[in-house]
């Protein structure tokens, strides 16, 4: 029976922390060890962590300085000494079973990657729960070249997910494979560095994870560095399909990459908190448009096959240069996103 490393980071996450601790203890699956990184929690996280580790010798808890969740799952995959990896979230929880039928499915058939399904379950302020499954579309074992050809319905689920994967630990020290310290999206660098010379990937059609959204709990607020993080991704998610020889075959999924870097600068700038002037701000989206990664994904985008008229319309005040109207219109949408989010999900269940 090989050993599974759980590496958990932590950070300020005191009320839902004890459930995912628990999760991983009861598992069915007897040979882990649960690593919990606490990276300077300020509230009880860390106590909590001590607390269970003073219960079970399998759980290991390291407390690092605060230094994001790429550094704290690094830290996690120093100490760790298992023949697979799982990452899991503080704040989600799991089946008992996880384990146990991914680490079967890897060994059966000696993957380096396990990608199996989940459960989306959002709570509302009211506390009313919806959950929605994920299952892959892929199933069973997919070597390289299928991996490669079959790239599309990979990348249809989550595919920078941590927690709905488990990892051949030789293989993510084979390559190296560690985090960055981007801030912001190092799961995506990392799944996509796994992606680049993944040999076998067996694909398993069931739910195990669930990956929970409290309304209410994101904080939407300006980052500095924000355009920089997803313009990153998207540089290396282009690198990657260059390095596969299909950055014809896939070029809507770089447009789409270089699009969202600039979608979500846009939202970025409509945020209460962001500090530039009206001008300045349409400066900021001059510049970002003078980039010819940007620029050539807008004019390409195939804004017919576009679902979402707020999309469409936004990309083309941006093709005409409408940089003012474009600010404005993801400020409307950002504002009534905002004051009537409950109104429009009614309306959306309602109409379909």
């Known amino acids: 029976m090989n050993k599974v490393s759980i590496i958990m980071p932590i950070y300020n996450v005191a009320e839902q922390l004890e459930k995912a601790i628990q999760c991983a203890l009861n598992q069915t699956y007897k040979n882990i060890e649960i690593i919990l990184v606490n990276d300077g929690s300020t509230d009880e996280s860390g106590a909590i962590c001590d607390r269970y580790g003073l219960k079970d010798i399998r759980i290991i808890v390291i407390h690092q300085k605060n230094a994001g969740s790429g550094f704290a799952r690094n830290a996690g995959l120093d100490r760790a000494t298992g023949e697979y990896i799982y990452f899991a979230d503080p704040d989600d929880y799991f089946e008992a079973n996880l384990i146990e039928e991914n680490v079967a499915k890897a060994e059966e058939t000696a993957a380096d990657m396990v990608v199996f399904g989940y459960i989306d379950e ?24 299928d991996f490669r050809n079959e790239f599309r319905k990979h990348y249809a689920l989550s595919p920078y997910a941590l927690w709905n994967k488990l990892y051949k630990h030789d293989f993510l020290k084979k390559h190296p494979i560690r985090f960055t310290n981007q801030k912001v999206g ?121 679902k979402n008229s707020f999309v469409k319309v ?37 109409f379909g």
């Open 186 to 306: 190092q799961d995506a660098l990392f799944n996509q560095a796994v992606g680049l010379d993944v040999e076998t990937v067996f694909y398993h059609q069931k739910t195990y994870y669930h990956y929970v959204f409290r309304e209410g709990s994101a904080v939407n607020r300006y980052r500095k560095e924000r355009f920089y993080y997803e313009y990153n991704i998207a540089n290396q998610f282009e690198e990657w399909m260059v390095y596969w020889k299909k950055s014809e075959e896939f070029h809507d999924l770089i447009n789409q990459h270089y699009w969202g870097a600039m979608y979500l600068e846009l939202s970025n700038l409509a945020w209460e908190d962001c500090p530039l002037t009206s001008l300045a701000k349409e400066e900021r989206v001059e510049e970002l448009m003078e980039n010819p990664r940007i620029n050539q994904a807008i004019a390409k985008i195939e804004i017919e096959k576009e």
């Open 122 to 145: 959002v709570i509302d302020k009211e506390g009313k729960v919806t959950k929605t499954e994920k299952i892959p579309k892929l199933n069973g074992l997919i070597v390289k070249e």
């Open 314 to 350: 936004l990309i083309l005040l941006l093709r005409y240069n409408k940089y003012t109207a474009a600010l404005k219109l993801m400020q409307t949408r950002v504002t009534i996103g905002k004051k009537f989010q409950k109104s429009f999900k009614v309306i959306k269940k309602a």
